[in-house]
């Protein structure tokens, strides 16, 4: 988008775990003994400091890069410094306005680099779906309704932006609004159901969209889709296959 401005912040794992609470669709207010927040203008910048002073001189010696978009009207308020080096380029955002800030952010912050430490991938914590804004009772008609996910409160910080969350002991849905709204019709999540046939004749007989499919050998599987559009696989492993 060319009203969008891309930039990028190093962070260490401190950060990075408030980030994730607010969704990673902000960074969290600074500290009384850090009076600016620096996001810079490019993605060598954030790794140089990520790479050679996070992992030196944080407790656990690890080091991130988050890119995010922050729409260009806001940043015009603001000047980019130059601090050393030509492609040492940053914003000098006082911390007073790092909410507005938070709120000029267009999607959500990604984790594009990390270093140092071992970086082990233990579970899937949840997975998370767009829908767009205003849906969320059509939202529970299918999660809940059909599906059969209890839903489950938002954070009240979270709540604000809208979306909604189903969960259950081993399955985790959030649903956060996007604006504007594009379903995913290739990419998707996997489930494993205990009766796929049923739950696409569920979805069938309540008028949401079923695609079957048998080209996977050892499942019985279907594509249904939300709502709003998104792809979601469900799987049932046929017997004596698993």
Same mark, same amino acid.
């Given at each position: 988008?060319?009203?969008? /401005?891309?930039?990028?912040?190093?962070?260490?794992?401190?950060?990075?775990?408030? =980030?994730?609470?607010?969704?990673?669709?902000?960074?969290?207010?600074?500290?009384?003994?850090?009076?600016?927040?620096?996001?810079?203008?490019?993605?060598?910048?954030?790794?140089?400091?990520?790479?050679?002073?996070?992992?030196?001189?944080?407790?656990?010696?690890?080091?991130?890069?988050?890119?995010?978009?922050?729409?260009?009207?806001?940043?015009?308020?603001?000047?980019?410094?130059?601090?050393?080096?030509?492609?040492?380029?940053?914003?000098?955002?006082?911390?007073?306005?790092?909410?507005?800030?938070?709120?000029?952010?267009?999607?959500? =912050?990604? /984790? =594009?680099?990390?270093?140092?430490?071992?970086?082990?991938?233990?579970?899937?914590?949840?997975?998370?779906?767009?829908?767009?804004?205003?849906?969320?009772?059509?939202?529970?008609?299918?999660?809940?309704?059909?599906?059969?996910?209890?839903?489950?409160?938002?954070?009240?910080?979270?709540?604000?932006?809208?979306?909604?969350?189903?969960?259950?002991?081993?399955?985790?849905?959030?649903?956060?609004?996007?604006?504007?709204?594009?379903?995913?019709?290739?990419?998707? /999540?996997?489930?494993?159901?205990?009766?796929?046939?049923?739950?696409?004749?569920?979805?069938?007989?309540?008028?949401?969209?079923?695609?079957?499919?048998?080209?996977?050998?050892?499942?019985?599987?279907?594509?249904?889709?939300?709502?709003?559009?998104?792809?979601?696989?469900?799987?049932?492993?046929?017997?004596?296959?698993?």
């Amino acid at each position: 988008m060319s009203d969008v /401005v891309t930039l990028y912040r190093p962070v260490g794992s401190r950060e990075l775990k408030l =980030i994730e609470e607010t969704g990673y669709r902000g960074f969290p207010p600074r500290l009384p003994e850090q009076p600016i927040f620096y996001p810079v203008t490019n993605q060598a910048y954030a790794r140089q400091i990520a790479r050679d002073w996070n992992t030196k001189h944080n407790a656990d010696r690890r080091g991130y890069v988050t890119r995010f978009d922050v729409r260009a009207d806001f940043l015009a308020s603001y000047e980019r410094r130059v601090v050393g080096g030509r492609e040492h380029e940053e914003y000098w955002i006082p911390a007073e306005d790092l909410e507005a800030f938070n709120d000029a952010i267009h999607g959500s =912050i990604e /984790v =594009i680099e990390w270093y140092g430490g071992e970086q082990t991938l233990r579970a899937i914590e949840h997975v998370q779906l767009a829908m767009p804004a205003g849906e969320e009772d059509r939202a529970r008609a299918f999660y809940h309704g059909v599906l059969g996910l209890p839903e489950q409160p938002k954070p009240p910080e979270l709540a604000k932006r809208g979306g909604a969350w189903f969960e259950n002991a081993a399955v985790k849905v959030h649903l956060g609004v996007e604006t504007p709204f594009t379903p995913a019709r290739k990419a998707h /999540v996997a489930f494993v159901v205990d009766r796929v046939s049923d739950l696409a004749a569920r979805a069938r007989s309540a008028g949401y969209e079923v695609k079957d499919d048998a080209d996977l050998p050892g499942f019985e599987r279907a594509f249904i889709y939300d709502p709003f559009g998104n792809r979601l696989e469900f799987m049932t492993p046929l017997e004596g296959t698993r």
